[in-house]
């Protein structure tokens, strides 16, 4: 109507041609302008939904309750106490995915589904070392989340979070993969490597559930937030937690050599590569070393390009763990690296990573 008026007014008033015809183009401009905000708007609008409603109902509310210790110094640790936060379920049978911090130590495991049941569960496998545990419901129609790639994600891409924040069931934030790679120190001391970083909010209670991707794969587990900070939040990547669950489901439980590097993944220029001779153009950068630990016994250096274990391939940080099996405690093993514009080999003997409460 706006549009019609305005036409109608250049013409009773005797407007030229040129005059009319660039009010007509900015007013299609304009409208067209505003329709593609409304579909932009829309369509991320349909992701966030549909991502909700396809991985929702796989996400549930973990309660836990310990018993106090009358023979405890610490006056809280004789009181017992409770707890909660997320997790969800990553297999039709009942296996859930979910933090160690939440369920460590538990005498008591509930769980209760997005549709209101409530169901005693078992600990199956707890890694405190990357802070994943896996612990099992006996429950009939379970609907469960598919565990996606991380190596694929990018900076920048969408991000859903879905958890029970403070006791609010199923709260859904959206935000990005602010970065990859990030290290984290879990409870245990030890350094979680190749974690995603995002803007999607967490708070306490989000711990264990679920990043999404927009199309409704897990590309995370949520671990933590900086609370000083705002935006600032950490997932640990899904191929990491692929990983862990096996073997926690395997064995219940992860022996794993230690060799004491933080470290991240990194890409090898392409001129390495081929000067080299190098199967994959990613590689893992120390970027830290643990003081009297194999690495440093070594002689391994922070900035040295890890490139391979005995002869193996490594492209990246979730390689290198698969790599530091309970069979290779204890055993001498070469490292292929590249120091500045050397290729070493450097021998190392890793140690068993001993879990600590």
């Not at 549009?3 to 040129?18: F, W, Y």
């Not at 350094?191 to 679920?210: V, W, Y």
């Not at 922070?302 to 490594?314: C, H, P, Y």
Request: aromatic share 4%.
């Amino acid at each position: 109507m706006r549009r019609t008026n305005r036409i109608a007014n250049l013409i009773s008033t005797g407007g030229d041609v040129d005059t009319f015809a660039a009010a007509a183009t900015t007013s299609t401009a304009s409208l067209e302008s505003t329709v593609r905000d409304e579909e932009l708007l829309d369509a991320y609008s349909r992701a966030v939904t549909g991502v909700v409603e396809k991985v929702g109902p796989s996400v549930v509310h973990i309660l836990v309750a310990t018993k106090g210790d009358p023979n405890s110094p610490d006056p809280r640790a004789r009181r017992g106490g409770r707890g909660s936060g997320s997790g969800f379920i990553f297999t039709p049978d009942g296996l859930i995915l979910t933090n160690s911090h939440v369920i460590h130590g538990a005498d008591e495991i509930n769980v209760a589904l997005n549709d209101g049941r409530n169901f005693a569960a078992r600990v199956i496998g707890d890694d405190p070392d990357t802070d994943l545990a896996v612990i099992r419901i006996t429950a009939p129609d379970l609907v469960s989340a598919e565990l996606g790639d991380s190596s694929v994600l990018k900076v920048g891409q969408v991000a859903i979070a879905i958890g029970n924040p403070y006791g609010f069931q199923a709260t859904v934030t959206a935000g990005v993969v602010s970065s990859l790679g990030r290290s984290l120190r879990a409870q245990t001391g030890r350094l979680i490597d190749n974690l995603i970083q995002t803007d999607a909010a967490l708070n306490p209670g989000n711990s264990g559930g679920p990043l999404v991707n927009s199309r409704g794969e897990v590309i995370g587990v949520n671990t933590a937030v900086i609370l000083p900070a705002q935006g600032i939040c950490f997932a640990i990547a899904a191929n990491t937690a692929k990983w862990v669950a096996s073997r926690l489901i395997r064995d219940g439980k992860i022996r794993r050599g230690y060799v004491g590097v933080g470290a991240q993944d990194v890409p090898l220029h392409r001129r390495l590569v081929r000067f080299f001779k190098l199967e994959a153009d990613t590689g893992v950068l120390v970027t830290h070393i643990e003081p009297d630990s194999p690495a440093g016994r070594g002689g391994l250096q922070e900035g040295d390009l890890i490139v391979a274990f005995d002869g193996k391939t490594i492209d990246g940080v979730d390689a290198l763990h698969r790599t530091l099996t309970g069979e290779k405690v204890g055993e001498p093993a070469t490292l292929t690296i590249i120091r500045r514009t050397e290729k070493l080999e450097v021998t190392i003997t890793p140690t068993e990573s001993r879990p600590r409460d």
